[in-house]
Each structure stands twice: as structure tokens, then as C-alpha cells.
């Protein structure tokens, strides 16, 4: 599955954490190159702090492979990992990470910080970035236009 076509799944994710009102990021993790396991924020409904679709999609490639070692893994994402995914993504030894969008306010893989590909830690990850950024950039765009518009946070 090509990066442009597994984000296009991601993108679908984001679109489905919108229409549920949390914040459309969307996440996959490719094993052998295929899914095992997909996410999107849900932050609100689990009132969980740590629910971003990177640290769901974690746990649940973990519980497919039975083993906190994502090895031969890719994770996908709509939006540049915070510092708290990117932890984990080290943590799980996770060889590969795609990302659309960067987040200037957040992003600790390019924006804010290098996190995964810092040499002082025991772990890096390849980095593929920008793919359909266009694209992730404008699904978190327009959700926050329309929060604005109607008053909510």
C-alpha cells in the first residue's frame, strides 16, 4: 500500500473523529503492509487526555502483534506527532512514520522539535512527510472554522 494511498484511509479516520466532534486526526499502523490497526482522536469521548489516534492505534497494533515492539511497522497520520505521540512511537521502536500535515503549535517530529530523529535517544524513525498535506491541513481547517463559527471550544 503506497503512503498516498494508506493517508487516504487516515483522511478518512480524521473525517469520522469531525463528524464525532473531536479533533480529525486520523491514524493507521501497517504490519507486512497491511492494517491492523486504524484510530482517530477521541479525547472528548473517553475524557482521556492521552486519546490521540497515535497513542490508540498503538495500543491496538500492540494487542494485534502481542508485543509492545512495533517492529516492521508504519504508522500513518493526518498530522505531525505531539511530543506525547512521538514518545510513544520511540517507545514502541516504530521504524517508520508518514505524516500530512506539520503542526507549527505542537509537532515534535519537524516543527517544534526533532524528537524522532534525535540522536541522543536509543531509537529514529524514517520520516516520510507532507503527504496530502493539502488535504490533512484543510479537514482540520475547516473543523475549526466551524467551531469558531459556532462559539464552542
Known amino acids: 500500500m503506497s503512503d498516498e494511498s494508506s493517508m487516504r484511509r487516515a483522511l478518512a479516520l ?3 473523529a469531525s463528524e464525532e466532534d473531536e479533533v480529525p486526526v486520523g491514524a493507521l499502523i501497517l504490519h507486512e503492509n497491511q492494517v491492523i490497526a486504524s484510530a482517530y482522536n477521541q479525547r472528548e469521548q473517553l475524557a482521556d487526555p492521552t486519546a490521540h489516534a497515535e497513542m490508540i492505534a498503538i495500543t491496538q497494533a500492540a494487542s494485534q502483534l502481542g508485543t509492545w515492539r512495533l517492529l516492521d511497522c508504519t504508522l500513518v497520520v493526518t498530522l505531525e506527532p505531539c511530543p506525547m ?3 510513544a512511537i520511540l517507545q514502541s521502536r516504530i521504524p517508520k512514520v508518514v ?3 506539520r503542526d507549527p ?3 515534535a517530529v519537524d516543527s517544534l522539535y ?3 530523529n534525535d540522536s541522543r535517544l536509543n531509537h529514529r524513525c524514517e520520516v516520510v512527510s507532507g503527504v496530502l498535506s493539502v ?3 484543510m479537514v482540520l481547517t475547516e473543523f475549526f472554522e466551524r467551531k469558531r463559527r459556532l462559539g464552542k471550544k
Open 14 to 16: 480524521a473525517r469520522r
Open 85 to 87: 505521540c512521538a514518545g
Open 99 to 101: 505524516y500530512g500535515a
Open 105 to 107: 503549535k505542537a509537532g
Open 114 to 116: 526533532r524528537l524522532l
Open 135 to 137: 488535504e490533512c491541513g
